[in-house]
């Protein structure tokens, strides 16, 4: 049977993390299963290589967001990645790449017109370089997290189209060489398929021929980095995703470097699977694109007492399985990204008062139904799903 408990206590090896064994021995919600310590200081998944990494072999990137930044400024914990050496040591042992959730958006990046903060973004690229992970940046143009300085400013629409450019040409060009994919243009069609002109103030003031610029300065910037169109709600074949269809065709038609097509990835057991998951992202493959999934969670109502019934969790489990095996169906997906790994830090909660438990793990590390799903469908499309290290 497989094991279901501890994950990634201190990933010693990969980083410098001095993590103890209490950081594992936190009390499991009552309702489940506490898996008893080892009492071993290396925790099994580590000794085994019984992690989602391992699962996934050379299939695709198996990623995570790094908490940070937006709504965990409001939060009573100190920041996650600078101050839970236990989490550091799960990202680096459990995923091969890392998106920074929040530290590579404007409002982060940008103090000033004339200032550009990178403390919180070289730490995420020097994290990922140190332990061997590829990274994906997020995000260059989007109407959201846009500092005042900008949104407020009087600019002429030529000072506009300069300040995008320099932030673009600076920020990919520092991490040139060093960037595996970038989300250049972020969530640019509203939920009714309808190109953001009104609420994306960059395509407002510049029109939408701003969007084949992006594309354009951020590949003369890096010419290594994959470059991607991200949203949500694009999981299947729908109006939304058909206006990207549209778009993109018409961006290769002019000679936009535009190389790949991701799809966020929120969805809620609330809702039916989007069973055309493959197909869609299929339909861009065939275009010549990569694709991808890049801010996976599976949100729930949850009961009262906050806590999720078996059955909601072996239907999120379900939907997990179903994403990756879509993903590893088309070729040209090559990475997969958890919008987060634990509750505490997730982003759902507090956006959808009610929701939540949309991560793979407990707040105490130990694995939902969930994790175990990702790692057997990542296993059976490595061919590792035989190895010793996935069976106990
Ligand atoms: O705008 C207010 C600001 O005025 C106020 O000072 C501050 C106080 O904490 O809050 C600010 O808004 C927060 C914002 O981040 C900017 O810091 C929101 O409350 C907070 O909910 C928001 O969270 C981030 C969210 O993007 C912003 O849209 C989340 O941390 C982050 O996980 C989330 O990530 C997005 C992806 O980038 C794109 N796809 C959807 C995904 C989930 O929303």
Redesign the pocket.
Known sequence: MRRRQILAAGALATTTAAVGPAAVAAPAPSGRTTPPGNGSTTPPGLATKDTLAFAAGDVLAIGC?VAG??????QPYPAPFTHDETYRAVLAAEFTSLSA??QM?W?HLRPSRDAFDFTDADAIMEFAAQNGLVVRG??LMWH??IPAWVTEGEHSPEELRAILKEHIETVVGRYAGRMQQWDVV??IFDDAAVLRTEGNIWIRELGPEIIADCFRWAHAADPQALLFVND?NVEGINPKSDAYYALIQDLLADGVPVHGFST?G?ISIRYGFPSDLAENLQRFADLGLQTAIT?LDVRMDLPEGGRPTEEQLAKQAEYHRLVVEAAVSVEGCRSLTL?GVLDKYS?VP??FPGEGAATVLWDDFTRKPAYDAVQDALAEASGRAGHPALRS
């Open positions: 967001a930044g937006g709504h965990h400024l409001s959730e929040n958006k409002d997020h995000t959201n997290q972020n969530e949500y966020q929120h801010e919008w982003w507090g956006t």
